[in-house]
């Protein structure tokens, strides 16, 4: 590096979007901008997927006897079908729409592909369970 800057300056063509995040030292940190937020909009969408899979699984297996281990879910089934539905749906809505807000924070393609993992986990679990009433 000399004193007017980088050797090696960015390509002229690059923009912030598809160029990935760098120090002052022109160390790279994460991916680029453009694939994290399509990581964030991937995880956010199965998200919102398996939150309503979550929802019908849950459905069925009170159906059919189970009760439900979240006590504050618990809690809203108690009140009935379209308080739990407005909770259900409205808190996960309103943390996907945060996650995406600060999509360009480092964190934030972490912390969405994590939820969406557990949410998929979840609707395996419910899986596995329904598999085992036949």
Known sequence: M?????????????????????????TVVG???????QIVKWALIFLCLFNAEDLVLT???????AGES???MGY?????LVPTLVF???????????LWRYRRRDLVPIASVGVAVVYGAIVLYHVSH???WR
Do not use: C
């Open 2 to 26: 000399d004193r007017h800057g980088p050797t090696n300056p960015p390509a002229a063509n690059a923009s912030p979007q598809t160029a990935a995040a760098t120090t002052p030292g022109g």
């Open 31 to 37: 991916p680029p901008r453009s694939a994290r937020e």
């Open 59 to 65: 459905l069925a297996a009170l159906s059919r006897g």
């Open 70 to 72: 979240n006590a504050v």
């Open 76 to 80: 809203f089934f108690g009140l009935g």
């Open 88 to 98: 259900k749906i409205g808190i996960v809505t309103v943390g996907a729409l945060l």
């Open 130 to 132: 329904a598999l085992a």
